[in-house]
């Protein structure tokens, strides 16, 4: 069975810092691409980052480049999503998700079938 576990959620203030992880386990963890998303009270669910750890490229969505970076641990089989200099506005559950097929990179048509089980971030202003 595919399986992510994310972790490292909390509550800090308005410009502090989190780390978040998502352990992977059941797939060649080498060939996939892991995305975070995050999904805020109301509002519909986005696209925070992705990672393709075959090679290590990475996309971020615009409202968090500079502030956030998404890294691998091959060794681990943990994708991170560090958030540093965090808004209130990135308060949301975030999750982490394998697509369905491996050896696809993040630009790729990607069916994000495997989903971690979420966790809350809370930024206080």
């Known amino acids: 069975d595919v399986q992510l576990q994310a972790s490292g959620g909390g509550l800090v203030q308005a410009g502090g810092s989190l780390r978040l992880s998502c352990v992977v386990s059941?797939?060649?963890?080498?060939?996939?691409?892991i995305g975070w998303f995050r999904q805020a009270p109301g509002k519909g669910r986005e696209t925070v980052s992705c990672?393709?750890?075959?090679?290590?490229?990475?996309f971020l969505r615009d409202s968090v480049k500079g502030r956030f970076t998404t890294s691998s641990n091959n060794a681990k089989n943990t994708v991170y999503l560090q958030m540093n200099s965090l808004k209130p506005e990135d308060t949301a559950i975030y999750y982490c998700?394998?697509?369905?097929?491996?050896?696809?990179?993040?630009?790729?048509?990607?069916?994000?079938?495997?989903w971690g089980q979420g966790t809350q971030v809370t930024v206080s202003s």
């Open positions: 998700a394998a697509p369905r097929d491996g050896g696809l990179g993040c630009k790729d048509r990607l069916t994000w079938n495997y």
């Open positions: 059941g797939v060649t963890f080498g060939v996939y691409a």
């Open positions: 990672i393709s750890v075959r090679d290590g490229t990475t």
